[in-house]
């Protein structure tokens, strides 16, 4: 079982929207369409032509909307957390990842065991809590392990 996810990319010039830092921008409003924002080119120049930002958004599971009415309500987001300017950043590209992440449902342990058998391991996100995190975390550990 899997979480699914939209990933919404939007192209923006000028001024760095997020002001140089490299954050992953985390929506807790309850409701909210945005999950989280990033914006890669603060990470990589190599993702944007010059002078322009890559914007990436991500939303809450399936939410039902047409691609039109998905990058208005994205925009009006936004414009609350990066001002009047984030309603004209150019639509590129939405993405609907059906299984983005693995369900973690309330009491499931945070990490099942890694080693299955004698030579037997397994390691990713779905072995721990749905994560980049816990995904390179698992496959971490298994790598310990068989180095020792």
Not at 84 to 101: D, F, G, K, M, N
Request: hydrophobic share 40%.
């Amino acid at each position: 079982m899997a979480n699914a996810t939209t990933c919404t990319y939007f192209a923006t010039g000028g001024p760095a929207p997020s002001h140089g830092r490299r954050l992953l921008h985390l929506n807790a409003r309850p409701g909210a369409l945005t999950h989280n924002v990033a914006f890669p080119a603060e990470v990589s120049a190599a993702v944007a032509p010059a002078g322009q930002h890559l914007v990436s958004v991500s939303t809450h599971s399936a939410h039902g909307l047409a691609e039109a009415d998905l990058t208005d309500r994205l925009r009006q987001e936004l414009a609350a957390w990066f001002g009047p300017v984030a309603s004209t950043w150019r639509h590129l590209r939405t993405y609907h990842i059906a299984q983005a992440l693995p369900a973690y449902g309330p009491g499931q342990p945070v990490q099942q065991e890694l080693r299955l058998d004698e030579t037997l391991w397994r390691c990713g996100d779905w072995v721990s809590y749905p994560s980049l995190n816990a995904a390179l975390g698992t496959g971490r550990q298994v790598a310990e392990a068989l180095l020792s």
